[in-house]
């Protein structure tokens, strides 16, 4: 069994990326893994709050499948509700929380899509953090502050987690076989001899 990690936090934190060094990573080692990106998956996923819980419904689901591939799971979605994040916690197997935390002001400086000048112009509504809420989240596994540290700190971290992540999964799945009872091997039938 693999993990899920969710990188959840505002548009141009740095979501999309760390999940990109990661899986570069990952697959690198070998390990199968899904990059599942909010911006590639649902594009309108900053206009109403409708729509950011269908869209991370969308991820949710396809985490789900790729999980049971045997994959292991990077999701980049903002994320901004509690209700979204229990969900997950509910739903997901091995779920790791990762909040990409940066200040507002430092991503409106930095706006790498564009989205908070057409937020302040009402261009864009519902932005999450500006025009609509980002509940703060209380239960992040780890939280990586993108506006006090470099991408290569900043990934270092994740990579850190991930790791960690997974040998937990590995850790967990001994557990699990050294738990089962051995089933004995059916006993060999014999055959009757042939009369020549």
Not at 93 to 122: F, I, K, N
Request: with cysteine; aromatic share 6%; proline share 6%.
């Amino acid at each position: 069994m693999t993990p899920v990690l969710w990188l959840l936090g505002l548009s141009g934190s740095g979501k999309t990326a760390l999940g990109s060094l990661l899986r570069l990573y990952l697959e690198g080692q070998g390990i199968e893994t899904a990059f599942i990106d909010e911006g590639k998956f649902c594009p309108q996923a900053d206009v109403a709050p409708e729509g950011r819980i269908a869209a991370t419904n969308v991820l949710r689901d396809h985490a789900l499948q790729k999980h049971a591939q045997g994959r292991l799971c990077i999701v980049a979605a903002t994320t901004p509700y509690d209700s979204m994040r229990q969900k997950n916690r509910d739903l997901l197997p091995l779920y790791r929380e990762v909040w990409v935390r940066c200040s507002l002001q430092t991503l409106v400086e930095r706006d790498t899509r564009g989205l908070y000048a057409m937020a302040a112009h009402a261009h864009v509504p519902g932005l999450c953090g500006l025009t609509d809420k980002f509940d703060e989240p209380r239960r992040a596994d780890h939280i990586i502050d993108t506006d006090r540290h470099s991408l290569a700190e900043s990934y270092l971290q994740l990579r850190d987690l991930a790791l960690n992540a997974l040998d937990t999964a590995r850790h967990w799945q001994r557990m699990q076989h050294a738990l089962l009872p051995e089933r004995p091997l059916p006993a060999a039938r014999m055959q009757p001899a042939i009369a020549l």
